[in-house]
């Protein structure tokens, strides 16, 4: 497919460090024109890092970088636009506020001679394109209004349809419903067939099989090996990924899995018909201590409203809450925490502060508990210290600024920060979205470990795999009702879906 | 992956960023203020013989203390990524209203409500308290954006000002306000001695205190802290208050400084405690400066102010000099936050 041609964009030797932590070892990519190559890789093994040095995001790196045989660089991701290369951050980046066909045609606007906009163009256009992908959707709606699913796929087609001749995908399939996922793979193999190189990022690993040509593995900041996709299979690419032995890590979830019987746990969490305008309808139901109740959906189905409610950050309409047998009503996020409810939400930039030290970001949960007015910074930091060799955070630096982790270890800071003084309850919003095998090992082992020690667990996930890998019970919640219930029964991914 | 991780990379190598440049470009934030210090600080002293005395360096002291203990309660708001515009005017109507509260002379022609001293300096420390208060809830419970609601408390307070003096002017304040305001101890002004102990004390609760932590965390990332389960509405008001009651303590000692309470006395002070918070290096977008920031801040704007007397200079210049270091100080500010941003990526 790509022998005797040569690459349009071709990376040679690239170095890239942060601080002082280097995310690239001399690495060599290639990429031919009409080629879908797939990357993975553990997190922190350097694709998005790889992506982000194409895409003009980080100007500074050594090592050649070889654009249509000539050597290049980017000052900034404006020229690698106007080079032609559009990517979707796996971070959704939208304007919520603007319309729907503003969002497609974000920083092109069609305009007349004067300068004007042209609304009613650029309706019809945007229209056009979203139909294209088989979205329908009025294009003069708010995106905000929009469940994220659909806003992320609009992200995607704006980049699709940019004109772009490289396309960057990084994880764009993990707010998607399986029939977007098939909308989204048919119009890449079209785009790909058209002469469009695109580079496509995901730790769905059949996803990355099915939709590429090639596929390169990347670990530890070294690409490890390239291969055509049907080559190779899932487990090598696993076993490359990871260095060691591979299938046993990661169930496919494909067969019938036996859910246990109830335990005798009592009733920490007692939830009665919650209501939330459209998006939360008449929601029952109870959290045990010592299980983990999971609640499966597609993106938009309630869940993040919920987990919100949960957590005192949202107010519900109708409905009570009882913690332990005392109902509750949540005034605030602090309220929640000292009713000993804790919530790790899914997005890491809404959970972390960056540009402090992980110790800060571990402690700050537990101040009150460990100082009435001074802080203890000793006893923060050996506090942390303890969890960061629990959980194996790496590296085991307490004063490293949390920005340096990579992406999986952030996600354990996050988890931390409630475990020195273990909740009643703890939901976990998409607890291992985006993390490499390794690492949702890890995760479930911590959950599995603090369901032993009789807390009552919340896992809220649109992957079944997610839900399927660590929930006792499973709720399936759709459009804002629990429509049904998988308790002491035989569940997979395929009854899962169906439910949904 | 954790495994793997360690044994390429020993544990040494990710404790900070190596070599002298990156240090120094993520600490540009405290070293840019600190050079413009001793640039200016420099040539002043080489323009003029008269700058770098003794006398001049008290002089420069006093100048700046009424500035130093309004900027201490607004480095609070600032690290907490808000702004207070009423600062000024809540100084002035504290300043009035404990002249209010005090017997004036004869030829004073208010219709004031005499009071002994120390109720009189309790009703302005209590009126400062009720203002940043009001400013606290329209921020929390009701939602308003601090710019906008700190932009209608400066002319609440300004209105109240104007009723208490109706366009005259009030001399005297409480014994113990003159004191702190105009007196000396061995040879130290009062007021000198206050803000040292104010900005000391800000220092040792931003530094020390889990209240301090939370000022900067809730700064650094407010949703992040909400998930945290903190009490960020708490937060914020009480930074709020925390603003009133500084610029309330500045505007008594401020109206014992200059011997009088009237209308717009303090108008300058906005802008000047802006600039030395944000001169000083404390980021306008929340979590990173301080009270020592503030400090370096206060010096530069006090050695400029200062220093243009000494030289000859015109008078009308001043302001536009002024102005352009301002500027410099905002681009360097900015700047300093995006390569922060860029380390910590």
């Not at chain 1, 559009?86 to 920083?107: C, I, K, R, Y």
């Not at chain 1, 260095?243 to 746990?265: A, C, F, I, K, V």
């Not at chain 1, 930091?381 to 955070?393: C, F, K, N, T, W």
């Not at chain 2, 270091?325 to 990526?345: D, F, G, M, S, T």
Request: hydrophobic letters at 45%; aromatic letters at 6%.
């Amino acid at each position: 497919m790509s022998q005797g041609r040569s690459p349009i964009l071709e990376l040679n030797q690239i170095t890239k460090a942060f601080g002082g932590v280097e995310a690239l070892r001399g690495v060599d990519f290639a990429l031919h024109a009409g080629e879908i190559h797939g990357l993975v890789g553990e997190n922190g093994a350097g694709k998005s890092t790889l992506m982000k040095i194409i895409a003009g995001v980080h100007p500074e790196f050594s090592g050649r970088f070889v654009l249509d045989g000539r050597e290049t660089r980017f000052r900034s991701t404006r020229d690698a636009h106007a080079a032609g290369i559009g990517m979707v951050h796996q971070e959704l980046s939208v304007a919520p506020d603007l319309t729907v066909a503003e969002n497609v045609f974000l920083g092109n606007q069609p305009t007349n001679r004067l300068g004007f906009v042209q609304w009613r163009r650029m309706a019809r256009e945007a229209g056009e394109q979203l139909a294209r992908f088989g979205i329908d959707v009025d294009p003069m709606t708010r995106l905000g209004d929009l469940p994220i699913g659909l806003q992320q796929l609009i992200e995607i087609a704006r980049v699709l349809f940019s004109g772009a001749r490289i396309i960057i995908l990084d994880e764009p399939t993990s707010a998607l419903s399986p029939p977007e996922v098939e909308r989204l793979f048919t119009t890449l193999h079209k785009l790909r067939d058209e002469g469009t190189s695109i580079v496509f990022i995901s730790h769905f690993i059949e996803d990355i099989l099915r939709v590429s040509d090639v596929v390169t593995v990347f670990r530890n900041g070294r690409k490890i090996a390239e291969t055509a996709s049907a080559d190779t299979s899932k487990g090598a690419l696993i076993e490359a990924m990871i260095g060691r032995g591979g299938e046993t890590l990661e169930h496919s979830y494909t067969d019938d899995l036996m859910l246990p019987q109830p335990g005798g746990g009592s009733t920490v969490l007692k939830v009665d018909q919650l209501s939330l305008g459209r998006t939360l309808q008449d929601v029952s139901f109870e959290a045990r201590s010592g299980e983990v109740l999971g609640i499966y959906g597609f993106m938009g189905c309630g869940q993040l409203e919920l987990s919100r409610i949960l957590f005192g950050k949202l107010r519900q309409d109708r409905g009570t809450l009882a913690v332990d047998g005392a109902a509750k009503t949540f005034r605030s996020t602090a309220a929640a925490r000292r009713a000993g409810v804790a919530l790790v939400p899914e997005s890491r930039r809404a959970m972390l502060f960056h540009q402090e030290p992980v110790y800060k970001n571990i402690s700050i949960s537990i101040l009150e508990r460990i100082s009435a007015l001074l802080l203890k910074p000793v006893r923060e930091r050996a506090i942390a210290q303890r969890q960061v060799e629990q959980l194996q955070i790496r590296p085991p630096v307490v004063g490293l600024d949390l920005g340096m982790l990579s992406g999986g270890n952030q996600q354990k800071v996050a988890l931390a920060k409630w475990l020195t003084y273990p909740p009643r309850l703890l939901v976990l919003c998409e607890p291992t979205r985006g993390m490499d095998v390794g690492a949702k090992n890890d995760v479930i082992n911590i959950v599995r470990d603090l369901r032993a020690k009789g807390l009552a667990i919340i896992v809220l996930s649109t992957e079944p795999e997610t839900v399927l890998s660590l929930a006792d019970r499973i709720l399936v919640l759709k459009r804002g009702a629990v429509v049904r219930e998988f308790a002491a029964e035989a569940v997979s991914k395929d009854r899962l879906l169906e439910a949904a | 992956m954790a495994s793997s991780d360690s044994a390429t990379s020993p544990a040494a190598d990710h404790k900070r960023p190596r070599g002298l440049a990156p240090f120094l470009r993520s600490q540009m934030r405290n070293i840019a203020p600190f050079l413009t210090l001793i640039f200016l600080s420099a040539f002043f002293a080489i323009a003029s013989p008269s700058f770098a005395t003794i006398d001049n360096v008290g002089n420069i002291l006093t100048q700046v203390s009424v500035t130093g203990i309004i900027a201490v309660g607004l480095t609070f708001v600032i690290l907490c990524a808000e702004i207070d515009l009423s600062i000024a005017s809540i100084a002035n109507v504290t300043g009035i209203a404990v002249a209010y509260f005090t017997l004036q002379e004869s030829y004073v022609n208010i219709a004031n409500v005499p009071m002994p001293g120390i109720v009189a300096i309790l009703l302005a420390l209590a009126l400062c308290a009720l203002l940043g208060l009001v400013n606290a809830l329209g921020l929390t419970m009701i939602g308003i954006p601090s710019f906008i609601m700190t932009l209608a408390m400066m002319q609440i307070a300004a209105g109240v000002s104007a009723l208490l003096v109706r366009g005259q002017i009030a001399y005297k304040v409480p014994d113990l306000i003159t004191t702190l305001g105009s007196g000396s101890i061995g040879g130290i002004p009062w007021i000198v001695i206050v803000a040292a102990l104010m900005l000391l004390g800000g220092h040792l609760v931003l530094t020390y205190t889990r209240f301090g932590r939370y000022v900067y965390m809730v700064g650094g990332n407010r949703e992040a802290a909400e998930f945290a389960g903190l009490n960020v509405k708490l937060i914020f008001g009480s930074v709020m208050v925390i603003s009133a009651v500084c610029s309330g303590i500045g505007g008594m000692l401020g109206v014992a400084h200059f011997g009088s309470a009237q209308q717009n006395e303090f108008d300058t002070y906005l802008l000047d405690s802006i600039a030395a918070v944000v001169v000083g290096g404390t980021s306008l977008f929340g979590g990173r400066g301080g009270i020592g920031n503030t400090i370096v801040g206060l010096f530069v704007l006090g050695v400029l102010n200062n220093g243009l007397d000494h030289v000859n200079i015109d008078s009308f210049l001043k302001i536009l000099i002024r102005g352009l270091i301002l500027l410099a100080a905002l681009i360097i500010n900015v700047y300093a936050q995006r390569l922060r941003e860029q380390a910590a990526e």
